[in-house]
């Protein structure tokens, strides 16, 4: 079972910053936390992943609680391409790799 | 960066028909892979670890017997739908990582059974 908690799906007005939060409350010392997401009918696409600091690529930011129990994706200037659905997933380095999805948040992006 | 290639990206077979799916890294050794089952409207699901040189990891209620996985070299698996019905008709979707951090995906394989 996947061991995070998003919201089914969130609207965002183009051009504006997207938060996306995910609980992960049961998070343990080892698992990273990472973002994917799933433009409809193509494979995910990775974002970003980070441990408890907080990480920015050139594709969005993570931020993570200071007890790692929650982070937020943040999508600084959201696109109209950006309408996806995002995935929050919690993985340690010895789990084989195995990346387990829960139901994600379908983001919207709108004019 | 690193890519994962899948092949075919869609597929009709006929109702007891077998359908092979290629899964290759273009640019990376792989000795794991990872395949995943979509439905419509669902998230991913997965269904099987693949190792290179040994035999499959199936999740549990996969048919291992009904989706063979072939991982005979470093860059390619093979995902085979045997006896193909239609409730077997879905989005397939593999992974692979080039190193201990990301995890790419194929680009997925729609297989319609009719």
């Known amino acids: 079972d996947a061991k995070t908690t998003q919201p089914t799906s969130m609207d965002c007005a183009e051009g504006r910053a997207a938060n996306l939060p995910c609980n992960h409350s049961?998070?343990?010392?080892?698992?990273?936390v990472y973002w994917y997401r799933q433009i409809h009918s193509q494979g995910p696409q990775y974002i970003i992943h980070g441990l408890k600091n907080n990480e920015t690529n050139e594709m969005a930011s993570l931020i993570i609680t200071e007890d790692r129990k929650s982070s937020t994706l943040i999508l600084p200037h959201a696109t109209l391409r950006d309408t996806a659905v995002y995935y929050c997933i919690v993985m340690g380095y010895n789990q084989g790799g195995k990346l387990i999805f829960g139901q994600g948040t379908e983001l919207s992006v709108k004019p | 960066g690193a890519v994962v290639s899948q092949h075919p990206s869609r597929v009709i077979c006929k109702s007891g028909t077998s359908v092979k799916i290629e899964c290759r890294s273009l640019?990376?050794?792989?000795?794991?892979m990872f395949w995943y089952r979509q439905f419509p409207k669902q998230s991913l699901m997965l269904m099987a670890t693949?190792?290179?040189?040994?035999?499959?990891?199936?999740e549990q209620g996969v048919e291992k017997d009904k989706f063979l996985i072939n991982h005979a070299s470093l860059t390619l698996s093979t995902l085979t739908v045997t006896s193909a019905h239609p409730e077997d008709s879905s989005f397939y979707i593999c992974?692979?990582?080039?190193?201990?951090?990301?995890?790419?995906f194929g680009s997925g394989t729609r297989l319609t059974v009719v």
């Open positions: 693949s190792n290179e040189g040994s035999k499959a990891t199936y």
């Open positions: 640019d990376f050794q792989a000795t794991t």
């Open positions: 992974s692979a990582s080039p190193d201990t951090y990301g995890y790419t």
């Open positions: 049961t998070i343990s010392g080892n698992e990273y």
